[in-house]
């Protein structure tokens, strides 16, 4: 199993209040499969991919993946494998407002030991007209694609995607689950999406669902939906 997340556990104190967040969740993804987890505001959703991305730690429970347990990881590994292993797409894209579409591709490529070739991503993401376009020119469907071309020319291990559409509408989102899709398929990216949006997890190999800090169902499709035929 490629990536493997064992009985984790996580908690916030504040003053005299403890507030249980994660309460042993599991889920396991393959190489080259896409992973979907639902659930609604509060369900967890955040924190758990927050420790799956090395940005937070749990209190007790591990995260495996491709055979290194990161919860073992010092900071400076941590960052490491930040750096070398993840991808992120936030629901709000974080460009940097002074730089180019290329430049900002290009801060990714800087830190990155085996990065893919910026043209060819930006082909990919359908902005290779807009390279040279600032983000403030740009749609916000445009502007995902840019952070979406960033996260995936370091040629990460895993693409981490919070909300990726929640900031979109309807027709923009779609474009957006097709162009995801097409990662997967043209790089065999191993993908992990969270989500309140249930239509979404058509197009994973395996769904999650999350409430209350607890992983309530779990299941694999046995036949993946297109992005475009996704109604919602």
């Known amino acids: 199993m490629f990536l493997k997340v064992s009985d984790l556990k ?41 420790i799956i991305g090395g940005i937070d730690r749990a209190d007790s429970g591990t995260v495996v993946l491709d055979d ?54 930006l082909e990919l993401v359908g902005l290779k007209d807009k390279a040279n376009s600032f983000p403030r020119e ?35 989102s779609k474009d957006i689950l097709k162009l995801i899709q097409k990662i997967n398929k043209e790089y065999g990216t191993t993908i992990l999406m969270i989500t309140h949006n249930t239509a979404i997890s058509g197009m994973a190999n395996r769904v999650y669902k999350l409430r209350s800090g607890e992983i309530i169902e779990s299941k694999i499709n046995a036949t993946k939906i297109d992005p475009e035929r996704l109604e919602w």
Request: net charge negative; glycine share 8%; aromatic share 6%.
């Open 138 to 172: 740009l749609s916000g469907g445009e502007q995902q694609r840019v952070a979406i071309a960033r996260a995936i020319v370091k040629n990460a291990a895993l693409l981490l995607c919070d909300e990726p559409t929640g900031a979109l509408d309807y027709a923009t």
């Open 68 to 121: 290194t347990d990161i919860t073992k990881l010092n900071d400076a590994k941590l960052a490491e494998y930040r750096r070398e292993e993840l991808g992120f797409i936030f629901q709000f894209y974080n460009l940097i407002p002074n730089l180019t579409v290329r430049e900002n591709v290009e801060v990714t490529v800087n830190i990155s030991k085996n990065p893919l070739k910026i043209d060819s991503v």
């Open 10 to 50: 996580k908690a916030y104190e504040t003053g005299d209040v403890k507030t249980t967040v994660l309460k042993g969740t599991n889920l396991e993804l393959d190489k080259g499969e896409i992973g979907v987890i639902l659930g609604p505001s509060g369900s967890g959703k955040s924190t758990l991919m927050n």
